[in-house]
């Protein structure tokens, strides 16, 4: 891992541990013993730094939607993918969310509009090939269907709203964003819902453990 790397792991860790406006340049070379000099080399300040942060955490979810949306099964990759997003983000501090909002909303803005676009059509596609096969309701609206799994997704994770119940990040999906995909399977999507439903849990909790 060459410098500027090891400057976008660290920060990305940091952030998402402490929130953004509290982790000064100083703060965040300091665990990697290299000088401010040195970062600037690389970055032109903290704010390109935060947008290259948030642009590698979309990639990531990107790339595996992009890998399999043709050939998975859209209901597993539905789950697989919103649970998987949903358990990570729930151990971010919510001074990151907190911060971007408040103090950085235009990067946050220029990353959606850098890569949400791409990622909004790959979802699209898989919930049309989902009921094409006849997995979801013949009626279903991809575009209405993605915005209230946003919505939804955004405030269970980026707001203390459901906090309140204190239940844990797994209890709050299953009533949330599990449901909403349940709600628009036929009866024969929800024979694939409830098998991949049973195991998704376990796969995404041994792979965070993991890493």
Not at 24 to 44: A, C, D, H, N, R
Not at 158 to 175: A, D, H
Not at 197 to 210: E, K, V
Request: charged share 25%; net charge negative; proline share 2%.
């Amino acid at each position: 891992m060459d410098v500027r790397e090891k400057i976008l792991s660290t920060a990305t860790e940091e952030f998402l541990k402490n929130g953004i406006k509290c982790m000064s340049v100083q703060k965040l070379v300091e665990p990697l013993g290299i000088s401010t000099k040195t970062f600037y080399k690389y970055f032109k300040n903290k704010e390109e730094l935060l947008e290259e942060v948030l642009t590698s955490l979309y990639i990531q979810q990107f790339k595996v939607l992009k890998e399999d949306s043709n050939t998975e099964n859209p209901i597993h990759l539905l789950l697989q993918i919103w649970s998987t997003a949903f358990l990570r983000e729930n151990n971010v501090n919510y001074q990151f969310y907190n911060d971007l909002q408040y103090y950085y909303p235009e990067v946050e803005s220029r990353v959606e509009r850098k890569v949400g676009e791409d990622f909004w059509t790959e979802f699209r596609q898989l919930i049309n090939r989902g009921i094409e096969n006849d997995l979801f309701l013949k009626n279903s609206q991809p575009d209405v269907v993605l915005e209230a799994i946003s919505v939804l997704y955004s405030v269970a994770v980026k707001t203390e709203q459901f906090g309140k119940f204190g239940l844990s990040p797994k209890i709050i999906f299953q009533n949330t964003l599990a449901v909403l995909i349940r709600g628009i399977c036929t009866a024969k999507g929800l024979d694939d819902f409830e098998k991949y439903n049973q195991s998704i849990f376990a796969n995404n909790q041994s792979s965070i453990t993991s890493n």
